[in-house]
């Protein structure tokens, strides 16, 4: 079966703009999380939706945003980029319920100049 | 804070078995051990968890300590491919929130 699909995979912008990343989830699965990963802070957990709600949210600021859809496809905002926001960004999701085993994409790979 | 503690690195030889240490000390009793592995520039892969008992699956073996507060992942026949970092998370495993906290692992190289 088709694993999760982040899209796009590479971009680069500049600061100040902002950038919307898409994350189509695993069919039947209806959680979607988000991820950050830098060489500094490693993996850290941004927010986390369940039928179109956000259940979870890690500590990052309120320019990192997200939502899901009716079909559980998720994307997440990040507005007024700055240079540390540079990172690979995952997507993982997982069926309700169950062992809450997480699947992940490859990532988007987000470069800020 | 993760809640778990690793090596930072470990080296194996191809063909030999690979034991990943975890400690998770403060682990409680409603809370399951689960390994994932990333591989260079890729999302992490799950491998394997467990609450109590060890497990098996195709990929490798869990074992935890009777008390809980330790346990060792093991890839049976390590092959170059497995070169990767290694999570050891604690988690609750029931219904809730699906977020990881994932530490820094332990980066296995897995040498020819």
């Known amino acids: 079966k088709a694993g999760v699909t982040q899209t796009p995979r590479y971009l680069i912008k500049t600061r100040g703009q902002q950038v919307t990343l898409s994350c189509s989830p695993i069919?039947?699965?209806?959680?979607v999380s988000w991820y950050q990963q830098t060489p500094g802070q490693g993996l850290q957990f941004l927010f986390e939706?369940?039928?179109?709600?956000?259940?979870n949210k890690g500590n990052f600021p309120g320019r990192f945003s997200g939502r899901q859809f009716s079909n559980s496809r998720s994307e997440m905002n990040v507005s007024t980029l700055e240079l540390g926001d540079s990172a690979l960004y995952l997507c993982?999701?997982?069926?309700?319920?169950?062992?809450?085993?997480?699947?992940f994409g490859a990532g988007s790979r987000l470069t800020v100049l | 804070d993760a809640k778990t503690t690793q090596p930072p690195s470990m080296d194996c030889a191809e063909g030999r078995a690979a034991n990943l240490p975890c400690n998770h000390s403060?682990?409680?009793?409603?809370?399951?051990v689960y390994w994932y592995r990333q591989i260079h520039s890729q999302g992490p892969q799950y491998i394997i968890h467990?609450?109590?008992n060890n497990e098996t699956n195709e990929m490798a073996s869990l074992i935890i300590t009777e008390d809980r507060k330790s346990s060792t992942l093991i890839l049976p026949h390590a092959t170059l491919r497995d070169t990767a970092v290694y999570y050891c998370?604690?988690?609750?495993?029931?219904?809730?929130?699906?977020?990881?906290?994932f530490g820094k692992g332990t980066k296995l190289s897995v040498i020819p």
């Open positions: 403060t682990i409680s009793g409603n809370e399951y």
């Open positions: 467990g609450l109590k």
């Open positions: 939706y369940f039928s179109e709600t956000q259940r």
């Open positions: 993982a999701s997982s069926r309700a319920g169950g062992a809450n085993v997480l699947t």
């Open positions: 069919s039947g699965h209806r959680s």
């Open positions: 998370i604690v988690r609750d495993g029931g219904a809730g929130s699906y977020q990881l906290t």
